[in-house]
Each structure stands twice: as C-alpha cells, then as structure tokens.
C-alpha cells in the first residue's frame, strides 16, 4: 500500500482568521461551502473547530462513495486536521496570510490499495479530490469576498 496524497491551494481575499473560523465553524459555514460530491453532512459532537465530530458522505466518482466520520483537531493556530475514523485518510487544512488575503492549503493523505486497482487510485484520485477542494474553496472564497 501506497500513500495517496491530493494537494490544492487558493488565496481568498479576507483576513486569514476569518477565513480559518470559516472552514472551523462546521455547524454554519462549512456546511454551506461544500460541493455536491458531498450528502448526508451531520455534526455529531462540537461544531466549531477543535472536537468536533463530523460525518457526511463523499462521492468521489460515480461509484466510489466513502462514508466519512471525522474527528476535528487543531495542532496549531491557523491548521485544522480532519481524521477519518472510517479510513486512513486525514485531511489538513492550513490557512496562512498572503498579502492582503489568505492562503488556504488543502492536503488529504490516505493509504491506498495494492495491485493494479491501487495504480489507478493513485493515478486518478488525487486529480479528482484536488477538484472537489476546488470547488469547496471557491464556494467559500465567494462567500467571504463579498
């Protein structure tokens, strides 16, 4: 098993904190930004950043669906950390100041599977996971730029 890793970036036109309270606040924003690739979201336990429990579905392509239930940490100031209790997979987001804006890295690392099937997740996966992070981050881009 390979680690599979999918990477995305934006820079948002607002203040780095509210950009961070934005992708923390998972009982209001949050919710609001993610794509349709995303059903089922709950918030379980918290609902603002550090401790919060999360559970939504992700449809990935057409048949892969992964049933995500994530425990929220944040390491330092300006990084949230998504573990799927489900999966290997964690997602950390970081937000950094970028001039005027901020900067918002998305970074999601999973063990992936062997053999053939293994070669195409690590071929495919990672271009359609940085899509999805893309659209969640202009979604959220556009609704803090106005």
Request: aromatic content about 6%.
């Amino acid at each position: 098993m390979a680690q599979v890793e999918a990477t995305t970036e934006r820079t948002i036109a607002a203040k780095p904190d509210d950009v961070f309270d934005a992708l923390a606040d998972y009982s209001g924003t949050r919710r609001t930004v993610l794509p349709e690739q995303y059903s089922e979201y709950e918030v379980r336990e918290g609902g603002d950043g550090d401790g919060t429990l999360v559970h939504w579905k992700l449809q990935a392509t057409s048949k892969r669906v992964r049933d995500c239930l994530l425990d929220v940490k944040e390491p330092s100031d300006g990084e949230l950390v998504e573990a799927d209790r489900n999966s290997s997979m964690v997602t950390t987001w970081t937000v950094t100041p970028a001039g005027q804006g901020a900067r918002v890295r998305v970074r999601t690392v999973w063990n992936g599977a062997g053999g053939i099937g293994g070669f195409f997740e690590r071929t495919f996966a990672p271009k359609g996971l940085a899509r999805i992070h893309d659209q969640t981050l202009a979604k959220l881009a556009a609704a803090l730029e106005k």
